[in-house]
């Protein structure tokens, strides 16, 4: 069974760069899965933020693109996410988890979830 | 884009009762349409892809149907561990999971 971990400092300051690793445990990151990255506001839902293929290949939230950046590192069998220019609304528990296409595109399996808090 | 909204938002109901929460897309989806649930301080969990298939290990109770724009996700007997907040997810091209479904205690 996959397991999925994140990683990260917990808070940042204002203006400045999250930066978030989600290890892969039980599977392999050179699968045909998507490694996704999820976040979710304070009582709020679910935001898609982006993804990565083991290739390289990439793809973004729109509203976030111009401030995210998502990379694999197939040697560790991991991946990670840099945030930049954060302001507290960027504060949310960030979810790494795994997108699987079989026709519809669907998460199976997820992370526990980290709280990145922005303030100074 | 494609919107996805989900009623209601949120739902008291007993031990037993049949509980059904409708998701609609903004345009037609086919089936690529999936179903999570959300308890409090824990990741989502996948209960229904597809529209119709049910995620292995998830209880036969739990039940989706729908097509087109119009979904349902249908619980047929609410057991106390299912008292959480349900989320539908369009599969079908930039991944948007609807506003939530709260399932409370009556």
């Known amino acids: 069974q996959v397991q999925l971990q994140e990683s990260g400092p917990g808070l940042v300051k204002p203006s400045g760069t999250l930066s978030l690793t989600c290890a892969v445990s039980?599977?392999?990151?050179?699968?045909?899965?998507?490694w996704s990255w999820v976040r979710q506001p304070p009582g709020k839902g679910l935001e898609w933020i982006g993804e990565?293929?083991?290739?390289?290949?990439?793809n973004y939230n729109p509203s976030l693109k111009s401030r995210v950046t998502i990379s694999v590192d197939k040697s560790k069998n991991q991946f990670s996410l840099k945030l930049s220019s954060v302001t507290a609304a960027d504060t949310a528990v960030y979810y790494c988890?795994?997108?699987?296409?079989?026709?519809?595109?669907?998460?199976?399996?997820w992370g526990q979830g980290t709280l990145l808090t922005v303030s100074s | 884009d494609i919107q996805m909204t989900q009623s209601p938002s949120s739902l008291s109901a007993s031990v037993g009762d049949r509980v059904t929460i409708t998701c609609r897309a903004s345009q037609s989806i086919s089936t690529y349409l999936n179903w999570y649930q959300q308890k409090p301080g824990k990741a989502p969990k996948l209960l229904i892809y597809a529209a119709s298939s049910l995620q292995s290990g998830v209880p036969s109770r739990f039940s989706g149907s729908g097509s087109g724009t119009d979904f349902t996700l249908t619980i047929s007997s609410l057991q106390p561990e299912d008292f959480a907040t349900y989320y539908c997810q369009q599969g079908y091209s930039t991944p948007l999971f609807g506003g939530g479904t709260k399932v409370e205690i009556k």
């Open positions: 990565i293929h083991h290739s390289g290949s990439t």
């Open positions: 039980g599977g392999s990151i050179s699968s045909n899965n998507w």
């Open positions: 988890a795994s997108k699987v296409n079989s026709g519809t595109y669907y998460f199976d399996y």
